[in-house]
């Protein structure tokens, strides 16, 4: 069974499975539908703390974030935007 991506985040899932990924040169995809919402702090910390973990840019290409309702494409383009916005401070840094 694949947990919901709200439990995978809250866990801490995406992380290991990111590394995974990146390892065995293949995607791992979240997706975010089947939830009501996501608070933007919780999108931000959950995604953001992937670089701060030491996830490269090359590396987050094999993350893909899935919206497939209307209503959760802005928490996809949250946490893809909090994946870029610390890309962009470890260059500043």
Request: charged residues 25%; proline residues 3%; without cysteine.
């Amino acid at each position: 069974m694949v947990p919901s991506a709200d439990k995978s985040l809250e866990s801490g899932l995406i992380g290991p499975a990111l590394k995974s990924a990146v390892q065995n040169d293949t995607k791992v995809t979240v997706i975010l539908d089947g939830t009501f919402s996501y608070p933007s702090s919780f999108l931000e910390e959950a995604f953001g703390v992937l670089v701060q973990q030491g996830f490269s840019k090359e590396d987050i290409g094999h993350l893909e974030i899935v919206a497939h309702s209307s209503r959760m494409q802005h928490h996809k383009i949250t946490a893809e935007r909090s994946i870029k916005d610390q890309l962009n401070f470890g260059k500043r840094n």
